[in-house]
């Protein structure tokens, strides 16, 4: 992986799909002061890729109360986002779909997979001051946990130290 958790994470910039139909150039420092949830996936107009990013769709609410920016990712163009956002097979998000064409931020964040061109189930935490708090990284027939990643963030948030197992509300161990 080229980016370690404890470690800067990459600034990456490129286009994106806005939740308003608009294309716009993004980069993670315009998200400076904010926590960020950046996950990617492997193709548009697929089958478990949708079912990810729609349980992201609907708990994006709960990430903005976090204080979080939610941003997806894949090295499909952002025509293709549009166009699947468009179809029912996915819909209208709620948060940036980032294209990465050119895989730079797929491969700055160790998960594209070179000889297919395509990216792994990458779902990484960035703090605030921009650093990776967290990576986890599936093959690309498993779909993730969207409530352990909120469990994760709330954790982080907290700043102390979390037992196995912690959820929002219980003690922390200092």
Not at 10 to 17: I, K, N, R, T, V
């Amino acid at each position: 992986m080229s980016v370690q958790v404890g470690q800067k994470a990459p600034d990456f910039q490129g286009q994106a799909l806005m939740p308003n139909g608009e294309f716009k150039d993004i980069k993670l420092s315009d998200y400076k002061g904010k926590w960020v949830v950046l996950f990617f996936y492997p193709l548009d107009f697929t089958f478990v890729c949708p079912t990810e990013i729609q349980g992201f769709n609907e708990k994006y609410e709960e990430f903005k109360k976090m204080g979080a920016e939610v941003i997806t990712c894949s090295t499909d163009s952002v025509y293709s986002h549009k166009a699947w956002q468009e179809s029912p097979s996915l819909g209208k998000l709620k948060f940036p779909h980032l294209a990465d064409t050119a895989h730079h931020t797929s491969r700055a964040y160790g998960v594209l997979i070179e000889d297919k061109g395509i990216a792994l189930r990458g779902t990484f935490v960035i703090d605030p001051e921009g650093n990776l708090k967290h990576a986890t990284i599936n093959d690309t027939a498993v779909g993730r946990n969207v409530d352990e990643t909120i469990r994760t963030l709330a954790a982080f948030e907290t700043g102390k130290l979390t037992g196995c197992g912690w959820t929002p509300g219980k003690k922390t161990l200092n």
